[in-house]
């Protein structure tokens, strides 16, 4: 990790990630007979399985509807899945009341118009830096690496390490392996 980052990530407990251009390079394929298809980053649902294991809770939410995208939330296992949905502050609220969460426990990474009250809201929040200069203003800290390349695995590995899970994690792999 080479992103100098001076905030305090210990009240995060849920990291909710947009689909389209954070967990994918933003591009939509469409075959001539209507099948959509999205390119996943392998390390990026690493990084998600891995905040999984370390307690975190984790969601996707997206103003587009995917199979694709549902397809991968069951790879993942994800804890959540807000899709087709244009307002996404007001939809991810019923969420965060069923955890006993609160937006101050929110991490939320997103790169578009639809994610700007998300970024301002979130307890801490990142974009990536294909994203409009005017929606990554909102968030807290841009990414390295790019949607769709390795920006969700970055911010997964920034929270454990910050929050002191990944030493532990790390610790416990020497000593008992994987």
Do not use: W
């Not at 980052?5 to 990630?17: G, K, M, Q, R």
């Not at 994610?115 to 990554?136: F, N, T």
């Amino acid at each position: 990790m080479s992103l100098d980052i001076n905030l305090d990530f210990s009240e995060i407990e849920i990291l909710v990630f947009d689909v389209d251009g954070v967990l994918t390079d933003g591009r939509i394929q469409i075959s001539e007979s209507g099948v959509e298809t999205k390119t996943f980053f392998a390390n990026d649902g690493a990084g998600i399985r891995l905040a999984k294991k370390m307690g975190l809770k984790v969601g996707f939410i997206s103003a587009r509807t995917s199979n694709a995208a549902g397809i991968r939330v069951k790879e993942l296992g994800v804890d959540f899945y807000i899709e087709g949905c244009r307002d996404k502050f007001n939809s991810l609220k019923p969420i965060l009341k069923e955890y006993n969460l609160d937006f101050k426990n929110l991490f939320y990474m997103g790169d578009d118009i639809v994610d700007i009250e998300l970024l301002k809201m979130a307890g801490i929040s990142a974009s990536v830096p294909d994203a409009p200069k005017y929606v990554r203003d909102y968030a807290d800290f841009v990414t390295e690496k790019s949607g769709g390349h390795g920006a969700v695995r970055e911010v997964c590995d920034i929270i454990l390490e910050k929050k002191g899970l990944l030493l532990n994690f790390l610790n416990d792999l020497n000593k008992n392996g994987f």
